[in-house]
């Protein structure tokens, strides 16, 4: 059992992972089902609840009818029988998915007239062999194989492993690791399985743990977490080694696994991206986005569902730009298409180059049918930012967002915290919190004891929002108030002075970044050393140690910068959000602009997993540095998180005991 030889992840022509993944899963498994006699045949296609997932971040529903699919079950629902027709199986190898195929398909009246299996991973040889048993199934089954694909492709440069709860299963309580174990079994597998599908055999590189560096440490689960993960990945890869085809035999990209624990800023500060600020500002359910569109026929508005993804081309070009850019373009492309259309000039009348309202745009759409498609685009995204500037403007986020960039910049400290909270005390209490977790991931001491107490009455608090602060330092390796590093590893901070303000972050002169965009991620510095094959040893150790060879010339020609972004020097941007310089490619048409002949001159693939959570900044991040870097960077995490879901999983994480404010040292 294994993947078929011919994958079609590997024609001439270069495809991401999200191509990939969806290819695999029409070609290499529904379109296999159509053999001998059953090729004219519609099909049923019998899932679980994580293998729907699968497909649905992959594939749309036509897609699935395209390659001869008429119907599409739950494996634990009831079914109809449809003796006459075929079966496509695409299920976890669990004993309970097992069993459940072998009662549909057993006795004298199987619900289906023949079996294509196809499980998500590795599957059991006790298993295999309770299948092989049963010799009424036997003959019918048409297929029996392993797809080796058990993960959500989010984007076309990030994958999650679904593990929603690992930051409280992995970094809880330390008495009781059957959960952690777990947890880390099911993630390597996963992690293993995309390598599988990308046919890539990776140099696996982990963040050591903290007492194999320092002999004075103790070692806890929670820091041999990247350790373990590696361990369990590097197994799996080593099985598909022997069993998978065309699996490369000698190393063709590089893995670094890390924690939520190197970067505690990046889940809860502010990012000022048009993606990233949707998902922080507007009550989004994942990707869908739910607005008001005007009725049939002049009725009441009607509610319509969006999905912000891949297939929309205006989502695509401006979902890493800033968003006073992101206003800016979409600005300027309904001035293009009011100029370059007659009509729409008649329909804006003599409003001259005024600004449109949403219902302006309405208005164009239903006075101009031929054009509602690229209206309809166009009036949504202007909608959406309408929503998002109004929200930043509302609440007070420019003022927010310069003290939390400062803050991570040593441009300020806890007197300017202080003054903030006592002078804006209209500021929201999420937004408080999440200034006060910035400030405890830099100044952890500053939340012990009373100074803590204070701090929390200051911003007006509640206990619920007390246990997330302390949670967040305790992640960080931080319940003990004379230790003074911020990220849990790697960072070491000057303590002369009391009041010296302190930087987690340097500025990158050799970029030009927008005032309220000068964060980055902690992965941007560790992905640009993989590259230049600068990453410490021994703070990030191999599994299997690179070759000299390997490093020499990862990529054929220079190293160039990602080409400047569209202009924004006009004066209709606001100066809260003017930059300090130039460009600093966080459009992502850069990126999108490179044809597959590109990405085949790119060199080999780093990817970067980080357990308990991704950040929408990481993921920019990785697009950014492909583009920079001339390697693809892929991002995989055990979930995305916006800031809400984060504090909501830290709130979550129950440590050593049951929490109260007692026990809480603040």
Not at 177 to 183: E, G, M, P, T
Not at 531 to 536: A, D, P, T
Request: charged share 30%; glycine share 6%.
């Amino acid at each position: 059992m294994s993947l078929d030889s011919d994958s079609s992840s590997y024609g001439g022509e270069y495809k991401n992972l999200k191509q990939i993944s969806r290819e695999r899963l029409l070609h290499e498994m529904l379109r296999s089902a159509k053999t001998g006699d059953s090729k004219s045949t519609w099909k049923v296609l019998i899932m679980d609840k994580l293998t729907v997932k699968i497909m649905s971040h992959s594939c749309k529903m036509a897609d699935i009818t395209d390659e001869g699919v008429s119907l599409v079950e739950d494996i634990y629902k009831r079914r109809q029988p449809l003796p006459t027709m075929d079966a496509i199986y695409f299920i976890q190898p669990t004993r309970e998915n097992v069993i459940m195929f072998l009662s549909d398909m057993s006795g004298r009246k199987p619900l289906y007239r023949k079996a294509f299996v196809f499980f998500s991973s590795p599957i059991a040889k006790e298993l295999v062999t309770e299948i092989k048993k049963d010799t009424q199934v036997l003959p019918r089954i048409g297929a029996l194989r392993e797809m080796n694909l058990e993960y959500f492709a989010i984007d076309s440069q990030g994958f999650i492993t679904n593990n929603e709860r690992a930051l409280e299963e992995l970094f809880g309580d330390e008495e009781n690791n059957r959960k952690a174990v777990a947890c880390l079994n099911v993630m390597a597998t996963r992690i293993a399985s995309v390598f599988a599908s990308l046919r890539e055999f990776p140099f696996v590189r982990f963040r050591a743990a903290r007492s194999s560096l320092d002999a004075t440490t103790m070692t806890t689960f929670h820091d041999l977490i990247p350790t373990k993960l590696a361990a369990g990945v590097w197994d799996c890869l080593m099985k598909y080694k022997k069993s998978v085809p065309n699996f490369p035999q000698t190393e063709t990209c590089e893995l670094l696994i890390i924690d939520r624990t190197i970067d505690q800023i990046a889940p809860v500060i502010h990012e000022w991206t048009y993606d990233a600020m949707c998902h922080d500002l507007l009550n989004m359910e994942g990707n869908k986005y739910v607005h008001q569109v005007p009725g049939k026929n002049g009725g009441p508005p009607e509610r319509k569902d969006v999905l912000l993804e891949d297939h929309d081309p205006i989502w695509l070009e401006l979902r890493h730009a800033h968003i006073a850019d992101a206003s800016e373009r979409l600005h300027e492309k309904m001035t293009n298409f009011i100029s370059k259309n007659k009509a729409a000039q008649i329909q804006h009348g003599s409003r001259g180059s005024g600004e449109m309202s949403t219902r302006d745009l309405q208005k164009m759409v239903q006075a101009l049918p031929q054009y509602s498609e690229q209206i309809d685009k166009l009036s949504l995204h202007v909608e959406i930012a309408g929503k998002v500037n109004n929200i930043i403007r509302e609440s007070g986020l420019r003022e927010l967002g310069q003290l939390e960039q400062d803050l991570v910049f040593g441009d300020a400290g806890m007197k300017e915290v202080i003054k903030f909270l006592t002078t804006k005390e209209d500021t929201s209490r999420e937004n408080k919190l999440r200034l006060l977790m910035i400030l405890a991931a830099i100044y952890p001491e500053k939340f012990e004891g009373e100074k803590g107490l204070n701090l929390m009455k200051v911003a007006k608090l509640t206990d619920d929002d007390a246990i997330a602060i302390n949670n967040l330092r305790v992640l960080g390796g931080e319940p003990d108030a004379k230790k003074t590093s911020t990220s849990g590893f790697g960072l070491k901070f000057d303590m002369h002075k009391v009041e010296k303000k302190r930087a987690v972050r340097k500025n990158r002169a050799e970029e030009e970044t927008w005032q309220l965009s000068r964060f980055y991620p902690i992965i941007e510095e560790l992905i640009e050393k993989v590259s230049k094959n600068e990453l410490s040893k021994e703070d990030y150790p191999c599994l299997n140690d690179p070759s000299p060879s390997f490093h020499g010339t990862p990529y054929p020609g220079p190293v160039t910068q990602t080409p400047p972004a569209h202009s924004i020097r006009s004066r209709r941007t606001p100066t809260w959000a003017r930059p300090r310089g130039s460009d600093d490619g966080y459009s992502s048409d850069s990126v999108l602009k490179h044809s597959s002949s590109d990405f085949k001159k790119m060199g080999q693939r780093i990817f970067i997993f980080i357990v308990g959570g991704a950040t929408r900044s990481e993921l920019r991040v990785c697009h950014k540095l492909t583009g920079k870097l001339k390697r693809e960077v892929i991002l995989g995490s055990s979930s995305i998180d916006d800031p809400a879901q984060f504090i909501t999983k830290l709130k979550m994480l129950t440590m050593d005991q049951e929490l109260s404010l007692d026990d809480l040292q603040i």
